[in-house]
């Protein structure tokens, strides 16, 4: 249970700036959505974790995948990491994510 909270606590921490998140309006309607999106990225996740890579990595390359397919600036690659929260809540997140993905 603890793990969850932290998790919950480390995503808070992680709310983004308005300016970010217009941009992101604007990256999930090129790449088609918000569902459609997420559902890309974690299909890549899946394969990469398939390929035994670790959570952080498999997230950061499902991500590089979506945004070279639709062949978007790296900002978007930055951007997209810090919305799935690689660089901050993996690592709070890692038991959880672990358990759902898994």
């Known amino acids: 249970m603890g793990e969850v909270a ?16 217009t941009k992101l309006k604007t990256i999930f309607n090129a790449l088609g959505g ?3 999106t997420v559902d890309m990225t974690y299909t890549n ?6 390929l035994l890579n670790s959570v952080k990595n498999s997230l950061s390359k ?3 995948d979506v945004v070279d397919k639709e062949k978007l600036a790296s900002e ?7 919305i799935f929260g690689v ?3 993996v690592g ?8 759902l993905f898994d």
Do not use: M, Q, W
């Not at 978007?76 to 810090?82: G, I, P, R, S, T």
């Open 62 to 64: 499902a991500i590089k």
């Open 6 to 21: 932290t998790c919950i606590g480390t995503a808070g921490l992680a709310a983004l700036p308005f300016s970010k998140v």
């Open 34 to 36: 918000i569902t459609r």
């Open 92 to 99: 709070a997140c890692k038991p959880v994510i672990d358990d």
């Open 45 to 50: 996740y899946k394969y990469h974790r398939a």
């Open 76 to 82: 978007v690659n930055d951007l997209l990491k810090e």
């Open 87 to 89: 660089t901050a809540t």
